[in-house]
């Protein structure tokens, strides 16, 4: 309530500011074509669409880009490029309640991964989409690449490749709520200069106060893009005039009318949000339930864009205020950014969620906010440090990360009493990052004494499928005994273990409408098998410390990784799938097996790449590419019998196996609408049809049951199978 409190105050102020400025209030209105009359004056915009411009080479003309030209798909608003042969650029008329053709229309990009789109041709002629051709990006940079900008840039200068361009303005009437997108005037015009000017008064002041960033972007995995695409070589540059001074003014008046430490930590987190929320970085959502900014970290990397959404003061609204979610902690509590190698305080129980191989540069992407908080931080908390440090960060995928993460654990280890514990999260799929784990925590002198999965991710667009995804919580103790084992006696314990664990989930587990999906089954079958491993102080003669610190060659893993690995063949071969009988299941071959969990995965609602391949790793199947009907990151999926056709029929693999020669005989049944050739042919090609009858049938039974009504693509299929079901159980001797 406080934190509202402030937060409003603060809001409230800045508002004054604004509407004093006039920066943002439309003073001329304009003729509305049904009623005659002049609206929107004195209204206020709450988004600024502003897109890149460049000079296509080919044809000189100097082109708008955007990757849709669709404002919005529920208001059917689309920008509309007008050719100007005099200028050789495109006025850009803004046209809401636009018809289906036109949003069609208006989807046709201008910039795209392979270049940029010029719409018409040298002379200024419409040139058919389908004959555009693409400009690489390339060649727009320039062989030398693009001039980096100074400190004291804030737009583009006019020799500059990329140009920026203010293209449209969402109107709010304040009496009905509604909104209006148009396209500039002149006013608005003036309107945007008199910002820049604003701006240019105080800048020097600001970065000196650090309302607004000062700091270089340091080149690195993902900071080299903004440099690279856009010659930005400051934080600061990540931002226009208009979203710095709007910025900069929250941060001033926070300045100002904070009293208290809490107040300040409070408001700086607010700013963290304008940071996110409203730079050059924030994608425009076109989409009907959006119509607005989207934030610049909508995933893990700096993205710059052709097209994006500046925030009005009315917009900033939701990105500005915020709750803190209330816990009372008993205990006197203390936070240190600290190199956890070199901690030297002790704790009963140390909970960490450490970075994994190389999934997420942390420390390059903190550095945007770090850089707004450059001249806050020390004031608010001496002791802390305003960099992102990141030489100390713990991370990429090879020694020098192994050897990192033991020294970590080594010291917590250290750090705490003998029977004190550790809570780790994991929630890598990938069965060569398990392997190295188990080697850390060895060599860290730890064990696994218990894990369970727990659902993280609880935001819905991080939901694929219908399963939630899922985050280990190991539990590690010290090992205090020194057992020795061989792979031999160790091999017999994991597969009991992961058995032991995976039959204690399915007990568990509500039969009807089950909460564990098998990425939950392979992650705790992972962890069962580290609780083994990591009991033995000693395994044969794996020299733990050598293997750490190792250059792999490429391919090679750690030598714990055959048992961790075995950990997931088991879970596979344990959890039959739902609607096939386990002696049937127990007689396929692996790549059976594999073809079998597929359709079963994706009755699921499971499409991701990573669960295909961990079941092919799993089953210890190499070569399943050519089973996949698409290979599209969260589109994977396998072909259906009609897409197999007659292709690969005898043979290794696959291609030799029963199921395959089912699979064909439902393609010919789909194919003639008739049962009986592909009886036929099963009869004939099949060696010892009678004995693999009951086979058969349980085959064709779980392929005419299985796929989903979402699946479309097997409803031909299913009814294939379940016609030739019927026919194979009628046939007798
Ligand atoms: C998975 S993230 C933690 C996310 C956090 N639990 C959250 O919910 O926001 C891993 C963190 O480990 C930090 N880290 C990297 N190297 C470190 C080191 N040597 N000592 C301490 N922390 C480190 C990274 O900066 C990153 O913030």
């Known amino acids: 309530e406080e934190i509202l409190k402030i ?64 404002i919005g798909h529920k208001t059917r608003t689309v920008a509309r490029l007008i050719p100007d042969k005099k200028t050789k650029s495109f006025r850009i008329d803004i046209i809401q309640n636009v018809s289906l053709e036109e949003m069609e229309e208006a989807k046709q990009a201008t910039a795209s991964t392979n270049g940029i789109f010029c719409p018409v041709d040298r002379d200024g002629n419409l040139i058919p989409p389908h004959l555009r051709t ?47 997108y148009r396209a500039p005037t002149e006013a608005d015009i003036e309107r945007e200069d008199k910002v820049n000017r604003l701006l240019k008064k105080r800048f020097h002041e600001w970065q000196e106060k650090g309302y607004i960033p000062h700091r270089r972007i340091e080149p690195g995995d993902k900071t080299d893009e903004p440099i690279r695409t856009r010659g930005w070589t400051h934080w600061h540059h990540l931002y226009n005039p208009r979203q710095l001074l ?19 930590v409070v408001l700086l987190l607010g700013i963290g949000r304008l940071a996110d929320w409203c730079s050059r970085l924030s994608r425009w959502d076109s989409s009907a339930a959006n119509e607005k900014g989207a934030q610049a970290y909508f995933n893990q990397a700096l993205n710059p864009l052709a097209n994006y959404a500046t925030r ?86 090879d020694e020098n990360f192994r050897v990192a993460m033991v020294e970590c654990y080594k010291k917590l280890a250290e750090k705490m009493p003998d029977n004190g514990f550790q809570l780790v999260m994991f929630t890598h799929q990938d069965v060569d990052v398990w392997s190295d784990l188990a080697l850390i925590l060895w060599a860290a002198g730890l064990r696994v004494t218990a894990a369970w999965t727990i659902a993280t991710e609880t935001d819905t ?3 694929t499928g219908k399963y939630v995804q899922g985050t280990v919580l190991l539990v590690l103790r010290k090992r205090r005994d020194s057992l020795r ?23 568990l587990d509500d039969k009807e409408d089950p909460n ?82 597929g359709v079963e995965i994706e009755a699921h609602g499971e499409y991701r790449d990573g669960v295909y391949q961990e079941f092919a790793r799993g089953f210890g199947i190499r070569d399943y590419r ?60 099949l060696p010892g049809y009678w004995d693999q009858r009951r086979t058969v049938i349980a085959l064709l039974d779980y392929l005419s049951n299985k796929p989903s009504g979402s699946m479309t693509h097997w409803k031909k299929d299913t009814e294939a199978a379940h016609l030739l079901l019927g026919t194979v159980e009628g046939d007798s001797l």
């Not at 500011?17 to 304009?30: L, V």
């Not at 500005?320 to 209330?326: C, D, G, Q, R």
């Not at 061989?486 to 007990?507: F, G, H, K, S, T």
């Open 516 to 597: 564990f999906g098998d990425a939950d089954y392979q992650l705790a079958a992972y962890a069962a098998a580290l609780r083994v491993v990591t009991a033995y102080g000693a395994i044969e003669d794996i020299d733990v410390e050598r293997e750490l610190r190792r250059t792999r060659r490429p391919g090679e893993t750690s030598p714990l990784s055959d048992m961790i690995r075995s950990a997931v063949r088991i879970a596979s071969d344990f959890l039959v799938p739902d609607g096939l009988d386990k002696t049937i299941w127990r007689q396929l071959a692996p790549e059976e097996r594999f073809y079998i969990k």
């Open 7 to 70: 937060q409003k105050k603060v809001y409230e102020a800045v508002g004054r500011q604004i509407e004093k400025w006039g920066i943002e209030r439309n003073d001329e209105g304009w003729r509305d074509e049904t009623s005659g009359k002049t609206i929107g004056k004195g209204w206020n915009a709450d988004y600024y669409l502003y897109c890149v411009e460049a000079v296509d080479p080919a044809t000189g003309w100097r082109v708008p880009l955007a990757p849709s030209w669709i």
């Open 134 to 180: 693409a400009t690489p990006i390339g060649e727009i940079r320039g062989r030398e690449g693009l001039r980096l900008w100074d400190d004291g840039d804030v737009v583009p200068r006019q020799s500059d490749a990329f140009q920026e361009r203010l293209y449209c303005i969402r109107w709010v009437d304040p009496e009905t709520g509604n909104k209006y």
């Open 312 to 397: 009005g003061f009315g917009a900033l609204k939701t990105s500005w205020h915020f709750s803190v979610p209330e816990r009372s902690i008993s205990s006197n509590s203390e936070i240190l950014p600290l190199d956890a190698r070199i901690t030297n305080y002790s704790a009963d129980l140390w909970v960490t969620d450490p970075p994994y191989a190389d999934a997420v540069n942390y420390e390059e992407l903190s550095e945007l906010f770090l850089a707004w908080y450059e001249k806050r931080l020390p004031v608010l908390f001496p002791e802390w440090y305003t960099d992102s440090k990141r030489a100390l960060a713990v991370k990429g995928a």
């Open 485 to 507: 084992g061989d792979r031999a006696d160790i091999w017999p314990e994991v597969q009991n273990e992961v058995r032991r664990q995976l039959a204690a989930m399915l007990e």
């Open 461 to 463: 667009s991080f939901r």
């Open 246 to 264: 709007m910025i900069g003014l929250f941060q001033k008046i926070s300045d100002e009318i904070a009293t208290s430490p809490q107040d300040r």
């Open 626 to 685: 050519w089973l996949l009907g698409s290979d599209a990151a969260n589109q994977t999926r396998l072909k259906t019998a009609s897409e197999l056709k007659g292709r690969d029929l005898s043979g290794e693999g696959f291609a030799g196996s029963l199921l395959r020669q089912v699979l064909f005989a439902v393609y010919k049944t789909a194919e003639e609408d008739d049962p009986q050739p592909g009886l036929d042919y099963l009869k004939q090609e």
